[in-house]
């Protein structure tokens, strides 16, 4: 399910543009401008980074993973031999610490399974949980400069005798000083409408301000606006 988003060479991964832009917004729903193929400082999503690993290496009982480093159409993402614990780099700097524990499975209907069920909980997070959950505490982020950055997320699963989990949202939680925050995402994985593993996402916030409903309600139609006319056929 994940070829038509990466380009494999002899030694390394690539991502163009066109690439990201529609993993982003046609697997998971993802319309940060950020990923868009035109934008001036493009980024590959890390949902997708994070896919090619599962995709590569088998899903672990537990699997914990750090965003170092952003990728771009030039990056050449290399990945090492699977180990307990091993960095995915573009050759000089870490992009991608990931750490497993447990048993592995190479199930691919298990693996396509979680990659779909988990990037879609991912990539629809903001704004409609993200942004009602830092009004609670009367906060926003800044709409001219919307700074939530992808810091890490962990899966830990009770076992693997399991093929098509699904993502149940949990209780997130938001906290922040100042203008800096950190929102914890949490998730269990269901199957047959059992709880066989659960799951955080972690991002960390900047530009932090006082919460404007009017401000807000613009942000969201902005937000909605790009998801219908951006949206690939």
Same mark, same amino acid.
């Given at each position: 399910?994940?070829?038509?988003?990466?380009? $494999? /060479?002899?030694?390394?991964?690539?991502?163009?543009?066109? $690439?990201? *832009?529609?993993?982003?917004? *046609?697997?998971?729903? !993802?319309?940060?401008?950020? /990923?868009?193929? !035109?934008?001036?400082?493009?980024?590959?999503?890390?949902?997708? =980074?994070?896919?090619?690993?599962?995709?590569?290496?088998?899903?672990?009982?537990?699997?914990?993973?750090?965003?170092?480093?952003?990728?771009?159409?030039?990056?050449?993402? /290399?990945?090492?031999?699977? @180990?307990? %614990?091993?960095?995915?780099?573009?050759?000089?700097?870490?992009?991608?610490?990931?750490?497993?524990?447990?048993?592995?499975? $190479?199930? &691919?209907?298990?693996?396509?399974?979680?990659?779909?069920?988990?990037? %879609?909980?991912?990539?629809?997070?903001? &704004?409609?949980? +993200?942004?009602?959950?830092?009004? #609670?505490?009367?906060?926003?982020?800044? &709409?001219?400069? &919307?700074? +939530?950055?992808?810091?890490?997320?962990?899966?830990?699963?009770?076992? =693997?005798?399991?093929?098509?989990?699904?993502?149940?949202? @949990?209780?997130?939680?938001?906290?922040? @000083?100042?203008?800096?925050?950190? +929102?914890?995402?949490?998730?269990? =994985?269901?199957?047959?409408?059992?709880?066989?593993?659960?799951?955080?996402? /972690?991002?960390?916030?900047?530009?932090?301000?006082?919460?404007? $409903?009017?401000?807000?309600?613009?942000?969201?139609?902005?937000?909605?606006?790009?998801?219908?006319?951006? #949206?690939?056929?």
């Amino acid at each position: 399910m994940l070829s038509p988003f990466f380009q $494999q /060479h002899a030694d390394y991964v690539s991502i163009s543009r066109e $690439q990201g *832009c529609r993993f982003a917004k *046609c697997v998971a729903d !993802d319309f940060n401008p950020l /990923h868009d193929k !035109d934008a001036k400082k493009f980024c590959a999503p890390g949902d997708l =980074l994070f896919s090619l690993v599962l995709d590569r290496y088998g899903i672990s009982e537990q699997m914990e993973f750090t965003f170092a480093g952003m990728v771009d159409e030039n990056t050449k993402l /290399h990945f090492p031999e699977g @180990a307990d %614990e091993f960095d995915v780099t573009n050759g000089e700097k870490v992009i991608l610490k990931v750490k497993r524990k447990g048993k592995t499975s $190479q199930c &691919p209907t298990l693996t396509n399974s979680l990659i779909k069920n988990y990037v %879609e909980f991912s990539g629809t997070t903001f &704004p409609h949980v +993200i942004i009602p959950l830092m009004g #609670k505490q009367e906060v926003m982020i800044n &709409p001219a400069r &919307p700074m +939530i950055i992808y810091e890490s997320m962990l899966i830990n699963l009770d076992n =693997l005798d399991i093929t098509a989990p699904v993502l149940e949202f @949990a209780e997130p939680s938001f906290e922040y @000083a100042g203008k800096r925050g950190k +929102i914890t995402l949490r998730f269990n =994985l269901l199957e047959n409408g059992v709880k066989v593993g659960c799951g955080e996402k /972690h991002m960390v916030v900047s530009g932090i301000r006082e919460y404007c $409903q009017a401000t807000v309600d613009n942000l969201i139609a902005f937000y909605n606006e790009r998801k219908t006319t951006l #949206k690939p056929a």
